[in-house]
């Protein structure tokens, strides 16, 4: 504890010298208890007190979160002798590149180290998110020494941005509290999701259009090619071995062939590669709330799988002791019903029993996306339904809307208020730059305020996500 103290003061007078930031903020943002230390990101100091305290040697998986939601640890254990497992993957939201400067300090001679990265750009690239780290790091702030000298001077530069947030959940006592999968305690010993949720594929359509899985040299940078080389480097340094895997993929959702691709990897990168995409390539009832995570059937399959490729790589020739798990089948949805009053404002495509908005017909100051069209549920609208477009101050978004595209209100220069009227922030699969060219915040129920502003989909956004009861 007295480390902790003294790392917090040390790195507060830090703070004061390069950012003129009132010391009192710095300090108190030290000594308010963790305020994250049960969310999803609360999981990282267990994640690595788990990789410090391993003494033997180990196999550490490396990821964001599709490695917890893909591994089944101590399967792996009892099929793999000689090893201890470490689940060592988060959430992709940080960055792949954090995840493996953390692991460092704690590889040691003959471990064997698996990099599992999702298969889409910002995982396969440098990407560091400082504000989602600091939430990672809240009650353990030391950890940060374990960080490249880069994310360390991002994270000085972020602090006084969290210490309010923190010092506003503090004071006002809304500490969150997730009630969703997207929690620490939904972790097990090892680092893997343990928990009965995960049970089917939850996905409109099963799969996230918002997240393609593509195969083209476009989708790794350059920069984080060299950054995995330079990594195995310092791995082998200390004696161990690093592999490079595919993360699970929602085969609805892959666009193109893997084949070129992983020819041209497998010749960039100075390791290996550890089985084929192409038995990473699930089918869509294995997953579960994106074309990453998979449900709790799809896990051991993948994890059967894991084994039989760790096994080729040892020479093992025993058997496997447990069988592939079935295709679980999702449930018929209960029918609800809404607000249909601007459904003549709206075009729309229909398909099988549901429908998406298309585009716009008429443009009012505030509009409602409709419930339904023809009695078929709207689960969706198009990016372009408003984009670029001014005259609209406030749209509500009710709880059939499951999925919203990438910029979808990007350049609406009038917008100031998305009103979204559900308590389940993991119903509804979100894209990126949603708010791009536009000063629209985000309002959600006071009840699910907390939960939205941590929540995994929703992380981008927390800065700007209100109550409705705000004006």
């Known amino acids: 504890m007295k480390n902790k103290v003294q790392f917090g003061i040390s790195l507060a007078i830090s703070l004061v010298g390069i950012l003129s930031v009132p010391a009192s903020l710095l300090s108190f943002g030290f000594a308010m208890p963790s305020q994250f230390e049960e969310t999803f990101l609360g999981e990282f100091k267990y994640k690595v007190e788990r990789l410090e305290k391993v003494e033997g040697k180990k196999i550490v998986f490396i990821g964001g979160s599709s490695v917890p939601f893909a591994l089944r640890s101590e399967l792996i254990e009892k099929n793999i002798e000689g090893y201890e497992i470490v689940d060592f993957g988060l959430y ?148 161990a071995t690093l592999y490079y895997h595919y993360s699970p993929m929602n085969r609805l959702a892959v666009q193109d062939s893997f084949i070129e691709y992983h020819k041209s990897l497998r010749d960039k990168l100075d390791f290996q590669i550890l089985g084929n995409p192409g038995s990473c390539i699930m089918d869509y009832e294995y997953f579960y709330d994106t074309n990453f995570h998979l449900n709790n059937a799809g896990a051991i399959n993948y994890t059967r799988n894991m084994i039989r490729d760790l096994k080729i790589l040892f020479s093992d020739t025993s058997e496997i002791n447990f069988p592939y798990a079935k295709k679980p089948i999702s449930p018929i949805e209960e029918e609800r019903d809404g607000d249909n009053q601007d459904v003549d404002c709206f075009e729309y495509q229909v398909k099988d029993d549901r429908a998406r908005v298309s585009s716009l017909l008429d443009i009012k100051e505030r509009m409602i996306i409709p419930y339904r069209y023809q009695g078929k549920r709207i689960d969706a609208f198009t990016k372009e339904t408003f984009q670029n477009v001014n005259g609209i101050k406030t749209i509500l978004i009710q709880d059939n809307i499951s999925s919203i595209s990438d910029e979808s209100f990007a350049n609406c220069g009038d917008l100031k208020r998305i009103e979204l009227k559900n308590n389940v922030p993991s119903s509804i699969r979100v894209g990126r730059k949603l708010l791009e060219g536009t000063s629209a915040n985000i309002y959600v129920p006071k009840e699910a305020l907390s939960l939205y502003k941590t929540n995994y989909f929703w992380s981008e956004y927390t800065t700007r996500i209100y109550s409705l009861e705000d004006k």
Not at 124 to 145: K, R, V
Not at 172 to 185: H, V
Not at 215 to 233: K, P
């Open 92 to 239: 992709a939201g940080l960055g792949t590149k954090v995840m493996m400067d953390a692991s460092l300090d704690s590889i040691k001679k003959d471990d064997i180290v698996i990099l599992m990265p999702e298969q889409q750009e910002q995982t396969l690239s440098t990407y560091f998110n400082a504000n989602l780290m600091w939430q990672a790091l809240d009650g353990e702030p030391s950890l940060m020494m374990r960080l490249s000298e880069e994310e360390r001077t991002e994270l000085v530069k972020s602090y006084p941005t969290f210490a309010l947030s923190k010092a506003n959940y503090y004071f006002t006592k809304s500490t969150p509290k997730p009630n969703d999968i997207y929690k620490r305690s939904s972790f097990d010993e090892y680092g893997d999701i343990s928990s009965d949720l995960p049970a089917y594929n939850n996905m409109p359509g099963f799969h996230d259009e918002n997240m393609p899985i593509l195969f083209n040299d476009n989708v790794i940078s350059d920069d984080f090619i060299s950054y995995m080389n330079d990594y195995n480097d310092k791995i082998q340094s200390k004696g």
